[in-house]
């Protein structure tokens, strides 16, 4: 099946065209990214029942977008404390590759809160196996400390309720009342899954390299999601006001960095059908099961 990234109007912000791309995959399931805040505005893919669903929660219009009090999938961060003006900017569109798009945007010293010019880079992939690949880049022109993310919410089902949701971590520690507490020591311990709590969750790895973090999964939407990241603690929180959990890699401590020194970071989030005992059983069966 051929990939080709299809783009749309989406409207103007001060006389410039607001486009959004659809960056499909082999399967054809797809993304939607608008170079508005370069904010991720959905993830179409395939559900048990055969039709394509929108996990993801994000805004109709591009109106919304500008004046919603909620960053949905936008690119944010802070730049010395003061969070970054990054959401509501028209990025540049760099390069727009078979399955992936470059967008940037530079931020001069007097729109930022911290009085520092900074230059931002995103690149945003959708792969095959339905895998959502964001690479982060900032670069300060004076000395300051920087943390760039990307959050998503996530809808895996209709439901208000959130009874269905389990969680699990990779990490080694769980941040509780603002101490480290080893995973071990807590309902976490052994990577058991644990219903999605009411309040925040936040997992600690201090590494910085790409590593598995947090699995979210919901039985009755026979969906999981794993989350990948080089940041060094996850956030999983539930968001009652959009029906939806959100999913926020980020730097625990931010990142000093020198003028002129850059930032990078990823974050990937795979999504992956959950098959049944029974759907096992007759796949094994089928002379094609080599292909589910």
């Known amino acids: 099946m051929e990939q080709k990234i299809v783009t749309a109007h989406f409207g103007t912000v001060d006389g410039a065209e607001v486009s959004i791309f659809r960056i499909p995959n082999n399967t054809n ?53 003061h969070p970054l ?21 530079r931020l001069p010293a007097e729109s930022t809160p911290a009085g520092i010019a900074c230059a931002l880079g995103a690149r945003v992939m959708w792969v095959n ?26 809808r895996l089902q209709e439901s208000p309720s959130f009874a269905g949701y389990t969680l699990r971590t990779f990490c080694p520690e ?7 507490v080893p995973v071990a020591q807590t309902s976490y311990g052994e990577l058991a ?53 959100e999913v926020r890699p980020f730097l625990q401590d931010g990142l000093s960095l020198a003028a002129g020194q850059s930032f990078a970071g ?6 992956d059908r959950l098959y049944t005992k029974e759907e096992l059983e007759e796949s094994a069966l089928s002379p094609f099961a080599a292909f589910i």
């Open 29 to 81: 399931d797809y993304i939607e990214v608008s170079d508005y805040g370069c904010t991720i505005k959905g993830i179409h893919i395939h559900g048990r029942d055969g039709q394509m669903h929108n996990v993801l929660c994000g805004y109709d219009t591009l109106e919304e977008y500008q004046t919603g009090r909620l960053d949905l999938g936008a690119v944010t961060g802070t730049l010395n404390g």
């Open 85 to 105: 003006p990054t959401a509501h900017r028209h990025w540049n569109v760099e390069e727009v590759g078979e399955n992936h798009l470059f967008l940037s945007c």
């Open 129 to 154: 196996l339905n895998r959502i690949v964001i690479d982060l880049f900032a670069t300060p022109e004076q000395d300051a400390c920087i943390s760039l993310t990307s959050a998503l919410v996530l």
């Open 174 to 180: 769980v941040l509780l009342g603002g101490q480290k």
């Open 193 to 245: 899954f644990v219903p999605l709590a009411n309040r925040p969750q936040t997992f600690v790895f201090d590494k910085e390299e790409i590593k598995p973090m947090a699995e979210l999964s919901h039985v009755e939407a026979a969906l999981t999601v794993s989350a990948y990241s080089t940041m060094t603690a996850m956030q999983v929180s539930p968001q009652p006001d959009l029906n939806g959990v």
């Open 266 to 271: 990823r974050i990937i989030c795979g999504f």
